[in-house]
Each structure stands twice: as structure tokens, then as C-alpha cells.
T-cell receptor, first 113, second 114 residues
């Protein structure tokens, strides 16, 4: 069974204080790993897709990396507007379920000014 | 583009009542999904569809039914609502590609069953 574990559950940072969020996963074969951002009362918003170990993607202050067992979302010099819940999800290579996403429970990030 | 639109946005039901949640997407996506999101549980897949006229069970399908009569619409039905179905429901869609493709989510429907 595919599993995704995110840590920490909550993270509080000061503006400008860089940090990383972790996503550990167990999947029979990885088709893709996704990062989403979710604001209160809104649906998840897509950030990145990573396909293979060693791959990295960047967008503004965010950088996602991938190894064979985990992914990190690095946040450099965060701003209060980066406050949100960050979700990690995996899609498996299983022929019968390779279009389904398995989500972690998310990391609630709060950036104080 | 509107993307993925869910109606209604909020609803309060009494135990035993029925309702249908509507999801519409204008991106011509083949795949559509219904998730529920509960505190401490994350997003869990209820049902999904890989194309018009086809549906399948996800992780937590009991108490729900779905239909996809048109490619752009995916309906989620609750025949007899229970308090355990109080949740936020999200519809999502994605296109079928050679590589893994991201899902686009609607804004959610907050359902309370009393």
C-alpha cells in the first residue's frame, strides 16, 4: 500500500528564516511526486511534479528535491504570504492505479512578520 | 478558464437526507476524482473516473455513489447522509499523459450533516 508521511505537522518561522519540509514515501514504483499548496478554505494548488531521484524544481522561494525515499520542499527567506498548508502526494506505477494520488496529511507553515 | 467548479460551496443536511454534489471541468480532462478532507486525515479518495461512462471505487467509497454521464461533469451522491460524512469535499481532474500529470482541484464543498 502506498504511504506518504509529512513532517513536521506544523512549522512556525520568522520572515526570512529558511527551512525545509519533509515528505517520506513508500510506493511500489514511483510515477510522480507532487507538491501542492493549500490556503484556508481553498482547494489545493499545484506547485511541482518530480519524476525521478535527483530531480529538482524551483519556483520563487520554493525548491523541491527528490530522492528514492523522500522529497524536501526548501523555503528560502520565506515571507508571510508563504503561510499555508503544504501537501505532498505520490502517484504509483501500478497498472491498475497509476492515475490516483495518495496524499500525506500536510505541513502547516506559518511565517511571522 | 474556470478550471474545476464545484456546486454548492456549503450545505447543511439532516441525517438521512440525500444530495448531489456537482463537479464541472472545462479543461477536457479524461480523469476526474472526488476526495474528502478531514482534520488529521488528509485527503482521501472516494471515487474516481477514467473516462465518460466509467467510475471506480477509491479508498473510502461506502455511502457514496457517482456518475459521469458527460466528460466534463462528475457527480457525487449521498443517498442517506450520516454525521460521519461531515467533511470538505474536493473534486479534481487531470489529463491522461505519458508521464504523471498534476490534478487540478476545485474550491471545495463544505458539508455538515446534523
Amino acid at each position: 500500500e502506498d504511504q506518504v508521511t509529512q513532517s513536521p505537522e506544523a512549522l512556525r518561522l520568522q520572515e526570512g528564516e529558511s527551512s525545509s519540509l519533509n515528505c517520506s514515501y513508500t510506493v511500489s514504483g514511483l510515477r510522480g511526486l507532487f507538491w501542492y499548496r493549500q490556503d484556508p478554505g481553498k482547494g489545493p494548488e499545484f506547485l511541482f511534479t518530480l519524476y525521478s531521484a535527483g530531480e529538482e524544481k524551483e519556483k520563487e522561494r520554493l525548491k523541491a528535491t527528490l530522492t528514492k525515499k523522500e522529497s524536501f520542499l526548501h523555503i528560502t527567506a520565506p515571507k508571510p504570504e508563504d503561510s499555508a498548508t503544504y501537501l505532498c502526494a505520490v502517484q504509483a506505477l501500478n497498472r491498475g492505479s497509476n492515475y490516483k494520488l495518495t496524499f500525506g496529511k500536510g505541513t502547516l507553515l506559518t511565517v511571522n512578520p | 478558464n474556470a478550471g474545476v467548479t464545484q456546486t454548492p460551496k456549503f450545505r447543511v443536511l439532516k441525517t438521512g437526507q440525500s444530495m448531489t454534489l456537482l463537479c464541472a471541468q472545462d479543461m477536457n480532462h479524461e480523469y476526474m476524482y472526488w476526495y474528502r478532507q478531514d482534520p488529521g486525515m488528509g485527503l482521501r479518495l472516494i471515487h474516481y473516473s477514467v473516462g465518460e461512462g466509467t467510475t471506480a471505487k477509491g479508498e473510502v467509497p461506502d455511502g457514496y455513489n457517482v456518475s459521469r454521464l458527460k466528460k466534463q461533469n462528475f457527480l457525487l451522491g449521498l443517498e442517506s447522509a450520516a454525521p460521519s460524512q461531515t467533511s470538505v469535499y474536493f473534486c479534481a481532474s487531470s489529463y491522461r499523459g505519458a508521464r504523471s500529470t498534476e490534478a487540478f482541484f476545485g474550491q471545495g464543498t463544505r458539508l455538515t450533516v446534523v
